[in-house]
């Protein structure tokens, strides 16, 4: 049951504005995979990733979040939300590719609230934003939920 003074339940099925175009660049995805601490040469050397069929080197798994991250400062931006960006944990993260992310991609990225739940003073926000190519082909789909704690 939906309490009062937590995430806006009107959220809901809200789909937020396409991101402009991201050119996913070469040395972006080697910064990231040392980030996350990647080994894999596909994700660092072209000759690598061209010998195992793709265009340039691969994005880690992780690396929508890159992209994501311009939808969710839509939604963090809208007004009454009820989301205190102080109060957020990150609660969940799920990836469903089509297919790897190449350098070179130049994504968009759009978000759809597909459930807001408040208990306790506690909200779960789930998300979902879709990753689609130049082409506007789904690349990934990734689905995300935010925990934002009520006030103490």
Do not use: C
């Not at 601490?37 to 080197?57: H, K, M, R």
């Not at 990150?90 to 297919?99: L, N, V």
Request: hydrophobic share 40%; no cysteine; glycine share 6%.
């Amino acid at each position: 049951m939906d309490e009062p003074n937590g995430v806006n339940p009107d959220l809901l099925h809200r789909e937020f504005p396409r991101t402009p175009p991201y050119l996913v660049g070469r040395e972006k995805i080697r910064e990231f995979a040392r980030a996350v601490q990647a080994t894999n040469p596909l994700l660092f050397d072209v000759e690598s990733a061209q010998a195992a069929g793709y265009a340039d080197v691969i994005a880690p798994t992780t690396f929508p979040v890159v992209i994501q991250e311009k939808t969710m400062t839509m939604l963090l931006d809208e007004p009454n939300t009820g989301i205190n960006y102080s109060r957020i944990v990150h609660g969940s993260q799920e990836f469903s590719y089509a297919r790897p992310i190449v350098a070179g991609d130049e994504l968009t990225a759009q978000m759809r609230v597909t459930d807001v739940k408040t208990r306790s003073g506690t909200s779960v926000i789930t998300f979902e934003t879709e990753i689609r190519d130049a082409r506007d082909t789904r690349v990934v789909t990734v689905v995300s939920g935010l925990v934002v704690r009520g006030d103490d």
